[in-house]
């Protein structure tokens, strides 16, 4: 299996890219039991836990970064917010090393998203992108769900300062931890598109894309 993380972008000359965090740096994950999720914003781990480390998360194609959050301050709430507006220079160096021309900034929290509960339901819906995700967790904190090769969920906990991109395909989804707040950044490479194809959709031409890259050996 081979990771968009290890290999150069098509559309990247010249410079290399700015390195991935190290180990140490990235978001704790676990497995979360098995059957159905009765609470999805509490920690749902296994008990004993069973920790997921970077080079496991490296394998499902999960591409992660650790900023310096504290140094910049960006809007609440900015739909869109223009990339090029960065002054944190290792964010310009990420947007520019993967063409992201697109972004904005949104407010996760019942006081800033209307229709709060409804809204943070459908975000735990299983589904997949026809692109890659990128968040970048400006503060507050959630978590991202993936699922394994072998069909399995694993919690991957960001917090502020966590940049991480989910690639094209991956089955996924979303939720606030119980803090109910997350203040997030999203980048797209080109005009957004954030459709989601919900689970079950194994023939979508993305799906597919993701099991040949990253499941069949």
Request: aromatic share 12%; net charge negative; charged share 30%.
């Amino acid at each position: 299996m081979t990771s968009c993380c290890l290999m150069p972008h098509s559309w990247t000359e010249g410079p290399e890219e700015l390195p991935q965090a190290p180990d140490a740096q990235w978001p704790d994950a676990w497995y979360m039991p098995e059957g159905e999720c009765a609470d999805q914003k509490a920690l749902n781990k296994k008990e004993p836990n069973e920790p997921v480390d970077a080079a496991a998360m490296r394998k499902l194609g999960i591409c992660y970064w650790k900023m310096d959050a504290d140094k910049f301050e960006y809007p609440a709430m900015s739909v869109p917010w223009d990339p090029k507006d960065a002054v944190d220079p290792k964010l310009s160096k990420i947007r520019d090393d993967r063409g992201y021309s697109y972004a904005d900034v949104i407010t996760v929290h019942p006081e800033k998203l209307p229709d709060y509960d409804n809204k943070v339901k459908a975000f735990f819906e299983e589904h997949i992108h026809d692109a890659e995700e990128i968040r970048y967790i400006v503060g507050g904190s959630g978590f991202f769900d993936v699922r394994d090769t072998y069909d399995k969920w694993i919690r991957v906990h960001i917090k502020k300062g966590d940049l991480m991109t989910l690639p094209e395909g991956i089955y996924h989804r979303f939720t606030v931890d119980e803090n109910d707040l997350i203040h997030a950044m999203r980048l797209f490479q080109g005009v957004p598109v954030w459709t989601p194809f919900n689970r079950p959709c194994d023939g979508h031409p993305s799906r597919q894309k993701y099991a040949k890259k990253f499941m069949l050996k």
